[in-house]
C-alpha cells in the first residue's frame, strides 16, 4: 500500500545543484557569492553561546525585520523573515492558492516553482519568453485568462539574468488579477546605473510580493535566510497564520541581521562580481562563447553549434577537472551553461581549462 | 479584495507560548530543558566559521542522519531531519493526506495539530481522551471509521504527561488504516524503569512515523531541529519531494550533530528533570494542588475548586511576579496549568510564590 497523495506519487523532486562538500572543487553552478561573508558575521558568530539556544527563538524575527524595514524604507508589517527564499515561495502557495487554482510562470524559469506547484497539486501555467529573454508581451493576458491565482516572475531573470524594469512590474502588479511575487534573488548583483529599484510599489498594490534571499547578495547560503517584502495585507496572513511557528533559529536571526546592517561591506562584493562579470564575458567571447546580458551573478552562456563541443560536453569535462558549471537538460536550454562568477582565480581557472579543452579537437 | 484562500480567511493561527527574550523571567510556559545544551555545542561553536556559511549546506544532512541512525538502531534510511518536530508534521500532512481528507487526534492534544489540518484545508476528527488522560478505548474504531488518512498522538501526551505503553503504539499501527505518527517530543524525559522504546517497530510497520526533537530533550530550543524516524516508505518521499531543498542550515546540522552524539550528558539533565519533578510534584500537593501522572518535563496541575484562586487566577498572578507557566483556555484544561520543570531555585521560587499568593486570601 502506497500512502502517497496521488499527485506525490506523480511528481519528480526538485533536482538542486551539486553540493560537493570539499574545498578543492571549483563550485560555479548554484550562483553562491564567491567572496565570504562580512567580518561583523565572524563578530556575531564568536560573540554567540550555546546558552542562547536553551529557549525558544524570537518567533517573528523582530529585529532582523525592523532593520530590514529601515534598509527599504517600508514599515515592519511588510516585511516577513523566512527560511530561504524557498519557505517564502512555499508560504505564498499555501496561502493564496487553491489546490486546482492555476499558478503561473514564465518559460524558462526558475526549475523549483513547478515543482512547488505540483505539491501543492495545482495546474502550471508555462509561458514562453521572447527571444531576448524578456516576458512574453502577452503574459499578462495569458496568465488573467487562465484565472490564475499567483504569477511567479524572477527578476533578474534565471538562467538568463535579463533584467525586467520597474515600469514593467509596476504593469504586472496593475493589470494581474492575481497575486504577483517577483523573485529577487539575483536584485543585489544589478547594476546601480539601471536604478532598479520596484520595493515602493508595494505601498500601492496589494498583490505585489517581493522576494529577497541572503543566499547570494550576502555570501549566507549556507544560513538558509530570505525574507519578503509586501503589502500588509499578504504579510499578516502568512506571518500569522500559515508560517511554521518559531521558522526561523536564534542563530540565523543573529547572523541575517549582522549581515544586513553591513551594506557598505556587501556591495563591495557585488561590486566586484560586476566587474570579474564582465571580465569573464569577454573572455568566454574571445573562446567563441556569447553570454545573454545579465544583470546577475551568473553568465548563461551559448555553446554554438560550430564550436569543438556542446554544452553538455563541457559541462561533463569540466566536471571531471573538478570545476562545476550547471546544464539543464530542458527545452531552450540544452545548448547552454550558467556559469555562476567566480573569483578572478576560478575565472581564470574555468577559461584556461575549456581553452585546453576546445584545443584538443584541433 | 482578499486574496486569502477561504479555509486561511476563516482559520485561527497557531498561539505559541510566550517568549520573552529578557533573563529575568522564569519561564516555565513552553517546556524548555532548565539546562544548558552539552559542553560539546560549546566547542561546535567555537569552531564554526562565517566563510562555511558562504556554500549551500548538505541537502539531506548525511552526517546527523548517520549519527541518529545508529543512536536508534535503524538504517539512515529511516530518518529524515527537519526544522524543528513542527516542519515534520506539516510534511507528512503534505505528503500523505488530500486537502478534504480526514486528520485524526486526541481531545486535548498539542494545540499545532488542529491549526496544520486547518491550513491544509482538512477535517478533524477530535477523539476526546479516557478520564486518566489514557486514548479512548474507540480511538481506532472511530479514526478508522471516519477513514482518517492520518492519525496524530503525542506520547508522552501533551499536556498531560501521560504515557502510552509499547504494545498500544503497535495496536495502534496494526489496526489503523492510515498513516500514523507518534509525537515522542517528550520522550527523553521517560523514567527508564518504564523500559519504552518503539522504533523497531518501524522496520514492522509501513504506517509509522515517530516523530522527534532536540528542542527539550538536548535544550536546544532556539536551533530549531527535529527528525522523523519511519519506515523507509514513508521517509522518501518526504525526503525527494515535498522538503524544501535545504530545509536545514549548515550551523544547525553541526550543532544537531554535536548534541546528539553526546548522550551522556543529555541523559544526565534528563535525570534531574526527572528528580526535581518527584519534588515539584510533592511541594505543589502540599499546597492543595494535584497532578496527573506525568513522564514529560510537565506537570498538568489542577487547581481544585476549594483552592483560594482560579487556575487563570495565579496564572495571571504568577506572571506579574514575572513567572510564566501555561495557561489553556480550552475544554477540560481551564482548571488546570501546565507547568514544566525549571531547576531547582526556579521550582522553589514557583512553590514560594504560589504560597505567597495563596496565603493573601488566608
Redesign the interface.
Known sequence: ??????N??Q????A??E?P?DEKTI?LN?N??P???S?V??ET?KR????????????TAAKFRSIAAKLHQVEENNIIAT??G??LL?LVI??????GETIAMSEPTYS?YPVLAQ?H?CPILKVPLEANWALNKDFIKKTNQAQA?LVLVVNPHAPSGHLLEPAEIKQLAELSN??VLIDEAYVDFIDPARQYDCLSLVKEY??LIFLRTL?KGY???????GYGIGHE??IS?IM???R?????????QQ?ATAALSDQNYASQTWHKVREQKQKLDQALITLGIKSAPSEANFLLATLNADLPMTAQQVYVALKQQHILVRYFDAPGLQDKLRITIGTAEENDQLISTIKRLFSSFQ
Chains 1, 2 share one sequence.
Open positions: 500500500m502506497k500512502f502517497e497523495r496521488p506525490i506519487q511528481m519528480t523532486g526538485y538542486a545543484g553540493q562538500q563550485k548554484t553562491e557569492n567572496y565570504p561573508p567580518p558575521v565572524d558568530i554567540f553561546t550555546a546558552t542562547s539556544l536553551r529557549r525558544y527563538p524570537p518567533p527560511r530561504g524557498d519557505e512555499r499555501t496561502t493564496f492558492v487553491d489546490p523549483l505539491i497539486n491565482k492575481s497575486v496589494n498583490n543566499s555570501s549566507l547560503a549556507g544560513l538558509r535566510f495585507t499578504l496572513p500569522n497564520k500559515t511554521d511557528s518559531y521558522n526561523l533559529d536564534l542563530f540565523s547572523i
